[in-house]
């Protein structure tokens, strides 16, 4: 656990508070981050909802497709997506061939460099769910009432490994549908390492990476999911575009507060 304190918490609602500031010169802030879904799924799970299989089939392949690559033609396309997917039936993706999913992906222009792999994993995916239905109850069960820690394991590497989805993806699945998480990807470790805002320490694992940054969502207040998708959003090149591999320092309001200004 990583201890927070009263100097610590006050660096980290300045910082929350000038991110804001930032990204709304550049989108509406809030309309974004609930174009997303992921805030809205948590707070409908911890209102008691329950995800059926489909909702988590969803979580996974968005999370599949996400995968290097812009963001935004995926959301712009997200009911044609919900087409191609049959609605992200079960019964639909058992029994549509892989390779018309990857045509169709393709042809909307939402592939990736792995998306023929991906597609090929839907099927086994959706076998292994199902195992782990039988042996846990229900997938959805599993990834509420585990530790984080255990569900990304085991979903990522371990008995119940799901291809294509490494631990950083299966964290994007999990707050596709509703699970108060973060994905420390390259972008958020850049942005949030020593050398820029020093939200995580230098060389953090994946784990300590993760948990670090909770620890700072929780000393700024914030939700976790949200301030992720904050971060996400001010490097992403189609949305605020500013702390990308060559920042725009000059311009950013969170001068102030980053490393990254201190140094030049
Ligand atoms: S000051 Fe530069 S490095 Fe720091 S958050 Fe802003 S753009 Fe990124």
Request: hydrophobic share 40%; net charge positive.
């Amino acid at each position: 656990m990583t201890n927070v304190g009263p100097a610590s918490r006050e660096r980290a609602v300045k910082i929350a508070a000038l991110l804001r500031e930032e990204l709304s010169r550049h989108l509406p802030v809030d309309k974004t981050i609930a174009s997303f879904g992921q805030v809205d799924a948590c707070v409908r799970r911890e209102q008691g909802q329950l995800f059926p299989l489909r909702d988590h089939l969803r979580g996974m392949i968005l999370a599949m497709l996400s995968a290097n690559r812009p963001w935004k033609p995926i959301a712009n396309n997200m009911a044609r997506l919900a087409e191609i997917f049959g609605g992200f039936k079960p019964s639909f993706l058992e029994n549509t061939p892989a390779e018309s999913l990857e045509a169709s992906v393709k042809a909307i222009g939402c592939g990736n460099r792995r998306v023929s792999f991906q597609m090929r994993a839907i099927q086994p995916n959706i076998a292994t769910f199902r195992r782990l239905d039988s042996d846990a109850g229900t997938i959805d069960a599993f990834v509420a009432d585990q530790p984080i820690e255990t569900v990304v394991r085991e979903l990522g590497a371990g008995r119940y490994k799901l291809r294509e989805l490494g631990p950083t993806l299966v964290l994007e699945y999990l707050k596709n549908v509703g699970i108060r998480a973060n994905k420390p990807d390259v972008h958020v470790l850049r942005i949030c390492g020593p050398s820029r805002l020093g939200i995580l320490s230098a060389d953090a694992s994946p784990l300590t990476a993760f948990h670090e940054f909770r620890a700072f969502a929780n000393a700024a207040g914030m939700h976790e999911v949200e301030l992720d998708n904050q971060i996400w959003l001010l490097g992403a090149e189609e949305y605020a575009s500013i702390c990308g591999a060559t920042p725009k320092c000059a311009a950013c309001a969170l001068r102030s507060v980053c490393r990254q200004n201190q140094a030049t």
